[in-house]
Structures are given as C-alpha cells and as structure tokens.
C-alpha cells in the first residue's frame, strides 16, 4: 500500500499532491491501530508536510528582495492604477487591464530617480478585512511591512477612492507605521481635483500628489523621494561628478558622507571642497562635519 500511495503522488505538489492523499485516506479501512493505522498516521504525515511545504511555497512568492536604496510599495484596492503607474515607471512589462484583480503576486521594477535606484512594488489590491485574512491580506500586509514606505494609490472615481479610503484603514489596522504619500490616479477624470480635496482632509499629515497615464510623471517621482528621507550627494573628483551618487540620510555630514564610501580615507581626510545648494559658493572649503543637502558636489582631498 506504501508503494502504491508513493505512485500515485510522484510527480505531484501542493493542492494535487493532497486532494490525491486524502482521497487515498477514505479508500483505507478505517482501522486506527495495527498496520492500517500506522499506514493512516503516515499519509497523515505526508498530508502535513505537503500543507506546510505548500504554505512556504506560497509565501515565498509574495517575498520580494529589496533593490536600490529603498522599497516603496504601491497600495491601493484592485484596479486603482498601480500597474500602470509600475510599468511607465519602471517599465517593467506588467499586465493592465480595466478590471479588477489584474495582480495577482507582487510585481516590481527598479525607476532612477535623479540618479538614486528605487524600488517600486505593485502588490495585488486589498480588499476590506484583509487583517483577517481575506484576499490574501495577512501576507500582502506582510509585504507592505516589510518595506521603507508605501504610496496609496486612491483613483479619481467615487467606488475606487471610497474603495482605497477602507484599504487605508487596514494598513492603519495592522499597526504599520512607515513614511507614506498619496497620490491620486486616472486624473485625466473630471473630477480628480475634488478627490485630491479630500484626500488632503482624509489624509492630513501626508503628501498628495495627482497623476495621470501618459503624462509626466515626475510629481510621482518627486513625491516617492521626498517620503523617504534621504538626499543625493555626488562624488566629484577633481570637479569631475561621478555618474553615480551616494545616497545618505537627511542631514548627513561629510564624515557619513566619507564613511559609506570608505571609511579608511577619515584618517587620511584634509579637505573637502562642496559645490551645490549646501556651499556658500562653488567650491566652499568645509570640513568633516559640514551638512551635506540633496544634490550637493563633494571633492575630497586625502593625505598620502
């Protein structure tokens, strides 16, 4: 009989792989001691093992490894724009469509933003009771947990604003407390400055941003960077900006700025020569604890 369950589930996983062992479990006498009942207990075993391995498999679908500097996620109720947003964003070839619950697993793509790499991730939408447990929200809240800060995504239409006004309060409900914007999708709608309004009043302490598909995106870009706190600063050797910058936290002096690049050279510091809105003029002489602003040009000079 072992070898004839070990058959029939070769080859299978997940859901398939138990339907086949329980409907093998009612084909089995129903003894519970003797060599039925150790039989039982063992399909048992397997039926276990498969849910808790199924269980994995399906979670580790909706873990996405970070990228870049940072991880946003778009959150928002099914069809309020996230996909669109993602892939002119990101121009990661994600599914549209005018109906509801287009994603289906978390979906993301990288968008440079003045130089900076940030995540972006599409989660499937959520519904109301998602803390509980319904469309899966338990594991997209997860997600949204997980991550460095999260854009709600409310569309400019009566159902999907009220719709996105509820999925707020379920993110609100798990206590996840992370930097957030919003920002109003499908603005090309006639009443998209009204639902702007009331985001504001809805949302009070957030940024609001409004956005359309086609047009310029860069109020979206603008506000995702100004959530997260952090600035661009740029490695200029001999006047020459490096094609990459360094991004540090708000605030950040020259020392933090020397110490993410390498941290040996502090002992071998000199001088810095600043250019940007930080300096005074291009190319100020500053020392170790200068305060570095977001777009700043950095020279160093290091002792041999």
């Known amino acids: 009989m072992r070898r004839i369950v070990k058959r029939r589930i070769e080859g299978t996983e997940?859901?398939?792989?138990i339907r086949i062992l329980r409907g093998l479990l009612n084909e089995f006498p129903g003894y519970t001691n003797g060599p039925y009942g150790a039989l039982r207990k063992w399909v048992q075993g397997l039926i276990d093992?498969?849910?808790v391995r199924r269980s994995v498999k399906h979670q580790e679908e909706f873990h996405v490894p970070k990228e870049g500097c940072a991880q946003v996620v778009l959150v928002g109720a099914p069809n309020s724009?996230?996909?669109t947003l993602l892939r002119e964003l990101t121009h990661r070839p994600v599914a549209v469509g005018n109906y509801r619950f287009t994603t289906l697993r978390p979906a993301?793509?990288?968008v440079s933003i003045g130089g900076a790499r940030v995540q972006l991730v599409d989660l499937p939408g959520l519904v109301v009771?998602?803390?509980g447990g319904a469309g899966g929200g338990r594991m997209l809240l997860a997600c949204v947990r997980a991550a460095d800060a999260l854009l709600y995504c409310l569309p400019a239409e009566r159902e999907g604003f009220a719709e996105g006004l509820v999925v707020a309060e379920e993110v609100r409900g798990a206590n996840i407390n992370l930097p957030a914007a919003v920002l109003i999708t499908k603005a090309d709608l006639p009443e998209a400055q009204v639902f702007a309004t009331q985001a504001a009043a809805a949302f009070p302490s957030l940024p609001v941003a409004i956005t359309s598909q086609g047009e310029d995106r860069s109020p979206v870009t603008n506000l995702i960077w100004n959530m997260l706190g952090f600035i661009r600063v740029w490695p200029a050797p001999k006047g020459q900006r490096a094609t990459e910058p360094t991004i540090l936290p708000l605030g950040a002096t020259v020392q933090r700025f020397i110490d993410e690049i390498d941290s040996r050279w502090l002992e071998r510091f000199r001088r810095a020569r600043v250019t940007g809105p930080s300096a005074q003029f291009a190319g100020q002489t500053v020392g170790l604890s200068h305060a570095l602003h977001d777009g700043d040009e950095v020279d160093l000079a290091l002792n041999a």
């Open 129 to 131: 009771g998602a803390r």
């Open 81 to 83: 724009g996230k996909s």
């Open 14 to 17: 997940g859901t398939e792989r």
């Open 108 to 110: 993301a793509g990288a």
């Open 49 to 51: 093992e498969s849910a």
